[in-house]
C-alpha cells in the first residue's frame, strides 16, 4: 500500500532532549516535507526537500534540523525541544517538484514539550 | 504578501442539503489549486485539484469552480452526509516556480442528521 509512515504516533518530552522523528515513503515520491498545525495558525511548513541531499527552509524552520540521505526517509529533528515546539506535525510527499500532483500525509505525530 | 482566506465559522448544514465552502486568494496567480479534506488528528487528504483554464471540476458529490477573475474557489458537497463532518483545506502553490503549496486554515463542516 502506498504510504507515508511517521514514528511516532504520539511523543512526550522534556525540555532540552534531543528527539527525532521518523518519516518514510514508498512510493519514490522525489519532494518531501515537513508541517507543524496549531490551533487557529493551520498548517505551516518546516523544512522541504527537493530530492535526495537537497533541502531548504520552508516558513518556520527555527529549532529544527532535517536530512534526505536517501530518496524514501526525512527525519525531522530537535536537537533541543522548547514547549513552543509542542504541536502536530505531518509529513508528507509528492511525485514531483514543480508539478501538480497532490501531497501524501503522514498520519501525524503529537509532541509534547514539557 | 499573499494570502489565503478560508472561512474560519464552521459550516453546518443538514443531511442531504448541499455544503458551499470558499477559498479567497490575494497576490497569486496560480496555475491550479487544491482541495484536502482533514478530520481530526489526521493528516490532510487530498480531494480534488483544479486548473487556471478549468471553470469546474466533479467527482462523484463534490464539485469545485475556480475563478481567477475574483480570485476564488468554491467547493461544493452535494447531498452531504453525516460522514463529510471534516475540515477542508484549500491549496495554492506559491509563486517562484518550485511546488511550495501553502494551505488556507482550513473550514470546518458539520453535516447534522
Known amino acids: 500500500e502506498a504510504q507515508v509512515t511517521q514514528n511516532p504516533r504520539y511523543l512526550i518530552t522534556v525540555t532540552g532532549k534531543k528527539l527525532t522523528v521518523t518519516c518514510s515513503q514508498n512510493?519514490?515520491?522525489?519532494?518531501m516535507s515537513w508541517y507543524r498545525q496549531d490551533p487557529g495558525l493551520g498548517l505551516r511548513q518546516i523544512y522541504y526537500s527537493m530530492n535526495v541531499e537537497v533541502t531548504d527552509k520552508g516558513d518556520v524552520p527555527e529549532g529544527y534540523k532535517v536530512s534526505r540521505k536517501e530518496k524514501r526517509n526525512f527525519p525531522l529533528i530537535l536537537e533541543s525541544p522548547s514547549p513552543n515546539q509542542t504541536s502536530l506535525y505531518f509529513c508528507a510527499s509528492t511525485h514531483q517538484a514543480g508539478g501538480n500532483s497532490p501531497l501524501h500525509f503522514g498520519n501525524g505525530t503529537r509532541l509534547t514539550v514539557t | 504578501s499573499q494570502k489565503i482566506e478560508q472561512n474560519s465559522e464552521a459550516l453546518n448544514i443538514q443531511e442531504g442539503k448541499t455544503a458551499t465552502l470558499t477559498c479567497n486568494y490575494t497576490n497569486y496567480s496560480p496555475a491550479y489549486l487544491q482541495w484536502y479534506r482533514q478530520d481530526p488528528g489526521r493528516g490532510p487528504v487530498f480531494l480534488l485539484l483544479i486548473r487556471e483554464n478549468e471553470k469546474e471540476k466533479r467527482k462523484e458529490r463534490l464539485k469545485v469552480t475556480f475563478d481567477t477573475t475574483l480570485k476564488q474557489s468554491l467547493f461544493h458537497i452535494t447531498a452531504s452526509q453525516p460522514a463529510d463532518s471534516a475540515t477542508y483545506l484549500c491549496a495554492l502553490p506559491r509563486s517562484g516556480g518550485s511546488y511550495i503549496p501553502t494551505f488556507g486554515r482550513g473550514t470546518s463542516l458539520i453535516v447534522h442528521p
Open positions: 512510493m519514490n515520491h522525489e519532494y
